[in-house]
């Protein structure tokens, strides 16, 4: 005999990962970067794809209880090293959780790697420099173009 159906319809699953997922695949990433070891490595030693490994990070897919231990073990960090940081009893920082995934990307990556080895071989006082440098950068970058002689504080034309 069939079961009478529902009439409210059943809960959705939303497309963003859920904070804690984004914390631990954060985690991840970070303990494989400080430990030196690229994806593939670990990957490789716990016998998963390289995109699946990504996809852990980014929290695109769940990491399992199993999987979660595998990494710590292949790591050399106990499980719960993944959840450090993460906002208990009910606290809402969210927020923080959600930073761009891109940025542990990048510094995963050979080219973000071997930046930050060239970075940490400069003094302090240079790389603070350094810094200062890329933040004019990108504050450059992110003001809207004008022209070359308005930016300059210059009028072009005839006045």
Request: charged share 25%.
């Amino acid at each position: 005999m069939l079961k009478p159906k529902r009439s409210s319809p059943a809960p959705k699953i939303g497309r963003d990962p859920h904070p804690a997922d984004l914390h631990v695949g954060r985690q991840i990433a970070t303990v494989r970067v400080q430990s030196d070891v690229s994806q593939a490595q670990l990957a490789r030693s716990i016998g998963i794809s390289c995109q699946q490994l990504q996809k852990y990070e980014n929290a695109r897919n769940r990491v399992s209880a199993s999987m979660l231990y595998e990494i710590g073990k292949s790591l050399g960090v106990p499980v719960s090293r993944f959840f450090e940081g993460l906002q208990q009893n009910g606290g809402r920082d969210y927020e923080a959780l959600r930073l761009p995934v891109d940025r542990i990307g990048f510094i995963a990556s050979a080219e973000g790697r071997r930046l930050t080895e060239r970075l940490i071989q400069l003094s302090p006082r240079v790389r603070a420099r350094v810094s200062a440098l890329i933040a004019a950068i990108g504050e450059e970058l992110s003001v809207p173009q004008r022209d070359e002689g308005q930016r300059d504080g210059r009028r072009t034309g005839a006045g």
